[in-house]
Every structure is written in structure tokens, then in C-alpha cells.
């Protein structure tokens, strides 16, 4: 899909309304080749413990010989 096809079915999108659910998420990632498929990531989410969780699995990867990185918000 080039920028200007991706601009073309933004704008051909309604404008109006919501439509909950991933259906549309997933239409837009198959147009794309689905990218995501490419990844390897572990998401933590929750409460407390996530910075010492993610660093735990972060330290676990690398002693197994894989890249990490982290990225808290």
C-alpha cells in the first residue's frame, strides 16, 4: 500500500460513529502486509511490579543471547 492509497481509504473511512472492536485495526494491518507479524515483544501491564517484572524478563533474554529493549511510560 503506498501513502497516498493509505490517505485514500482514510478518507474514504466515515467520519461519524463508533464502532468498537478490532475488525478495522486488523483490515488497515492487512493492507499494510501485517507488520506486526515481524515483531517479538512481551507487553507487562498492570498495577505494580512492572519495572522490576521487565527487567527480570529483560535480563532472562539477554543471558539466553537475544537483543532486548525496554520501553516504560
Known amino acids: 500500500m503506498?501513502?497516498?492509497?493509505?490517505?485514500?481509504?482514510?478518507a474514504s473511512l466515515g467520519k461519524f460513529g463508533i464502532k468498537p472492536g478490532l475488525g478495522r485495526v486488523s483490515s488497515a494491518l492487512n493492507l499494510c502486509g501485517?507488520?506486526?507479524?515481524?515483531?517479538?515483544?512481551?507487553h507487562i501491564a498492570g498495577t505494580n511490579g512492572k519495572?522490576?517484572?521487565?527487567?527480570?524478563?529483560?535480563?532472562?533474554?539477554?543471558?539466553?543471547?537475544?537483543?532486548?529493549?525496554?520501553?516504560?511510560?
Open 34 to 42: 501485517n507488520p506486526e507479524r515481524q515483531l517479538r515483544f512481551i
Open 2 to 10: 503506498t501513502y497516498e492509497e493509505a490517505l485514500n481509504y482514510l
Open 51 to 73: 519495572g522490576s517484572t521487565t527487567a527480570m524478563v529483560a535480563a532472562i533474554l539477554r543471558s539466553a543471547g537475544l537483543k532486548t529493549a525496554r520501553f516504560t511510560s
